[in-house]
């Protein structure tokens, strides 16, 4: 009987999927972290699903979904255990410009060569996971770099080192911070990213890509979310 009503309750609190409002969807993830002590498994989709259906409301409701996505973040915590070996990948939306934003979006629709990352718990360090198709554009961009084959269709690229820390933008939440700024990889742009993550449900982690644009201002610009591939994926 508790389990029933704690449904009728979950399923009362589901925002529309369409037309939500940023507080709903924030009170819906609080509710689905307090089911994943009874039931993380379904807790998690049901918060992947969140989080992807923002990403296809982008462009729509632009706004609702940069408060939404930012009300989820928030509700996170650092991740409980350490991030070991690969994690699929999903860019949610950019957050460039209003007028940029969309373009940014059809690119992402027809080609995405991000497909998550890879961590190290033991060496707190990683890479990114990148389809064989990035090396192209990616010579173009960073002659000098090479990607790394690691079979399976895949190609490992722009290694991190995280760590635990205050946010940049969120000073009263502790993150993962991923790190880029080493000298192995490209001085453009990749030296100038840093990664934000928290674990909003078990084994379903939200991102924030910060761009460096000055000694001590930093720009958000998209969110990403990552979880552990599926049983049989590579």
Do not use: C
């Amino acid at each position: 009987m508790g389990i029933d009503r704690r449904a009728e309750d979950l399923h009362a609190l589901q925002p529309d999927p369409l037309e939500p409002i940023a507080e709903e969807v924030e009170r819906y993830v609080a509710a689905l972290q307090e089911l994943a002590e009874s039931d993380p498994d379904v807790a998690g989709r049901q918060a992947w699903t969140q989080i992807r259906l923002a990403g296809m409301r982008a462009g729509r409701r632009r706004s609702e979904v940069l408060d939404s996505l930012n009300r989820m973040f928030r509700l996170g915590t650092v991740p409980e255990a350490p991030l070991e070996g690969p994690y699929d990948g999903l860019v949610v939306t950019t957050r460039t410009f209003a007028l940029t934003d969309p373009l940014f979006r059809v690119l992402v629709s027809i080609w995405m060569p991000w497909v998550g990352k890879r961590f190290d718990a033991e060496t707190m360090s990683g890479d990114n996971l990148m389809v064989p198709s990035a090396r192209a554009p990616a010579k173009l961009l960073w002659p000098s770099y090479q990607f790394r084959d690691i079979g399976e269709g895949r190609y490992a690229a722009f290694r991190f080192r995280s760590y635990a820390g205050t946010g940049t933008i969120d000073r009263d939440r502790q993150v993962l911070k991923i790190d880029y700024d080493s000298a192995e990889n490209p001085d453009f742009l990749i030296r100038d990213i840093l990664d934000e993550l928290v674990e909003i449900l078990p084994r379903v982690y939200l991102g924030k890509v910060l761009v460096r644009i000055s000694e001590h201002i930093r720009w958000l610009g998209a969110y990403f979310a990552l979880r552990p591939p599926a049983p049989g994926s590579p």
